[in-house]
């Protein structure tokens, strides 16, 4: 792709004002301010000018004679000769003596009229108007000049120009952009019956899930120009700039009209109006320009406007009433097969060899966006050239999972033997509650060499195909697993470690949503107890309930809880031999993969 370079005033034209702000100093200003421009003259001319009468004023200095026409017009000096009876033949010929001749301006005196007034004169002008067109873009303070234009990128189609085939997976969102492709090749036929497209569609779903991509797609698709712009560089602006930034990108799109314009982030600017005193006059600006600007134009003009979020919940109502964002289209995190395809067409742009299994990597790499399965591929591809190999493999794939996953692995960083033992118990308490439950995934590998990324010890589970629904008792059984690390701990060691935090985290999440949310307890019934405001991004919630249901319900997860860490800890007593024989296993080799540990369970 390439992009055009923005259309406005370029810094050539401010610099043209400045070259012609000099030439009329020094053309038209200059014989004024200087008075008079003096010419240099050899002695002779001055004498014969002497004899002739010509002479007006006449100033003797130092070392030089500075002399005017009869009618004072133009100024000459001469050097000063020994010249005894020359007074004499001045006062003869009817020349006036004078002290007030024009001193020659000195050559600072000189450099500051012709170059620095100028340049004065040009920076107040600049002043002014950078200072008008802030006042007009409706804003306080800035320092810069020319900031209020939009830095839209404008991408037009050219042979690497992204397509749907591009976009793995996501085959909804597509199907349902589809329509938008369709109305930019050929308008006329929706124009006829009457239909005009949706002005603006919102992409909602996780980060790293192809929006952007997507967005890019229908562009290419359509063959139009593809702007981009993101919400946030709207509002990090100086106050007032937002507003004339989504001005300036609307007029440009609609002279490029058919086109898409899209706004990554848009949640940014366009947040609920909370009401709050001392609101974000920026931000509320910049969104009421945007409404203002979409709401302009007609349904038909050919400017389709694709915004991405991940935070659909949080955006004003203002933005998704009729005639603006009025159509969503969810873009989700990848299924098993979403990951594969994912997978396969970013391991095209790397050397895989032959026998890798892109649906075994899909399965371990659950809940991975497509951002990071194209992070995955690439860090196999690096991993192969470390190596000095041609060819990524099977081996290069899995490790980069953890890696993208779960951070580099700290190949120097030492854990104590105890620690080691510790962290072994509590990784395989956790695999082997799991295994011991029917309904749990299997697990695929442990290790218990520490990553960056904090955790000590790493279990990966399979996924066995795609999974909508939980029943209760998986639900259940999943908190059982995730207090299994801690109650091997209590088992072995008889006290606990810091270890478990996460594990903590992740077991009350589930147990509070059981209650709150699926209506899984017994007295609550299907009662909603929270809203949940941000759908993607943790799923933050508020609870909607009086403080005694509160206090209620947080003694029902506590009990919740305690249940399932008592089982899990039954569990791990019953198969006391086996918990050590895995924990050594790991303890010595750091690493078990899930056919070891099956092997070793079933022994
Ligand atoms: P978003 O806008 O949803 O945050 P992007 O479109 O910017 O995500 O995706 C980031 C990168 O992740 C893309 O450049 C691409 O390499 C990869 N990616 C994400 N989703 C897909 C997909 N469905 N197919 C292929 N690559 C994808
Ligand atoms: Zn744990």
């Known amino acids: 792709m390439h992009e055009i370079k923005n259309p406005k005033k370029p810094l050539v034209f401010y610099y043209g004002i400045a070259l012609l702000a000099i030439f009329l100093v020094n053309v038209l200003a200059m014989p004024y301010i200087a008075r008079r421009q003096i010419k240099e003259v050899d002695y002779g001319t001055f004498m014969t000018m002497t004899e002739n009468k010509e002479i007006g004023q006449v100033q003797v200095q130092d070392n030089q004679i500075m002399f005017t026409d009869k009618d004072g017009k133009a100024v000459y000096k ?37 170059w620095i007034l100028p340049m004065l004169i040009f920076i107040g002008i600049g002043q002014f108007m950078s200072k008008q067109m802030i006042k007009k873009a409706g804003g306080k303070n800035s320092m810069m000049f020319g900031m209020g234009k939009s830095n839209a990128k404008v991408y037009v189609k050219s042979a690497e120009g992204i397509k749907f085939d591009d976009v793995a997976g996501e085959d909804e969102a597509k199907e349902n952009l589809a329509e938008i492709v369709d ?8 124009k006829e019956i009457g239909a005009s497209m949706p002005k603006g569609i919102l992409l909602v779903g996780p980060p790293g899930t192809g929006k ?7 562009a290419g698709e359509a063959n139009v120009p593809f702007f981009s712009m993101s919400g946030s560089e709207f509002v990090e602006m100086f106050v007032g700039m937002g507003a004339s930034k989504v001005r300036d990108l609307f007029k440009q799109a609609k002279e490029k009209a058919p086109c898409i314009v899209f706004i990554d982030e848009i949640d940014a600017i366009g947040k609920k109006r909370d009401g709050q005193l001392g609101g974000n006059d920026e931000r509320e600006q910049t969104l009421n320009q945007l409404l203002t600007e979409m709401d ?19 955006l004003d109502p203002a933005l998704t009433r009729p005639g603006r964002f009025d159509r969503r ?35 371990m790499a659950s809940g991975a966006s497509g951002a990071e399965l ?3 591929i690439n860090e196999a591809a690096l991993r192969a050239v470390r190596d000095k190999r041609k060819f990524a493999t099977q081996a290069d794939l899995e490790e980069s999972i953890e890696v993208v996953i779960a951070g580099y692995q700290k190949k120097n960083a030492i854990l104590t033997n105890k620690e080691k033992l510790v962290v072994s118990y509590h990784e395989i308490g956790h695999a082997l509650v799991a295994a011991k439950q029917t309904n749990s995934a299997p697990v695929q590998k442990i290790t218990i060499i520490p990553r960056t990324s904090g955790a000590l010890g790493y279990t990966m589970q399979v996924e066995e195909g795609n999974h909508y629904l939980m029943t209760k008792e998986e639900i259940e059984n999943k908190i059982a697993t995730y207090t299994g690390g801690r109650a091997a701990e209590e ?23 059981m209650i709150t949310r699926y209506g899984m307890s017994d007295d609550f019934d299907m009662m909603a107890l929270e809203t949940v405001n941000n759908q993607y991004l943790g799923g933050d919630a508020s609870l909607v309930c009086s403080a005694e249901t509160q206090t209620e319900i947080d003694r029902q997860v506590k009990e919740l809880i305690k249940r399932q860490h008592e089982k899990a800890a039954k569990i791990l007593l019953d198969n006391r031999t086996k918990l050590d024989e895995l924990a050594k296993f790991l303890y010595e080799k750091e690493t078990i993969t899930g056919e070891e540990f099956m092997q070793i369970l079933n022994a």
């Open 183 to 190: 109305y930019l090749h050929d308008p006329n036929k929706y």
């Open 78 to 114: 001469t050097g000063l000769m020994n010249d005894p009876d020359l007074v004499q033949r001045l006062h003869d010929s009817g020349a006036k003596f004078t002290s007030e001749i024009v001193e020659e301006m000195s050559p600072v005196m000189s450099f500051f009229v012709s």
């Open 491 to 513: 088992i072995i060691f008889g006290s606990v470690t810091t270890g478990a935090s996460n594990d903590i985290e992740q077991a009350t999440k589930l147990a509070r949503a």
């Open 329 to 363: 289209v969810p873009v989700e995190l990848p299924d098993l097969k979403g990951r594969e395809a994912i997978l396969k067409v970013h391991a095209k742009k790397i050397k895989v060899s032959d026998d890798v299994d892109f649906n075994k990597v899909a399965r």
């Open 296 to 314: 302009g134009f007609e349904g038909n003009t050919g400017v389709i406007i694709l915004a991405a979020t991940n935070r659909p919940e949080s």
């Open 212 to 218: 952007t991509m997507l967005a890019k797609a229908v």
């Open 374 to 376: 194209a992070n995955i």
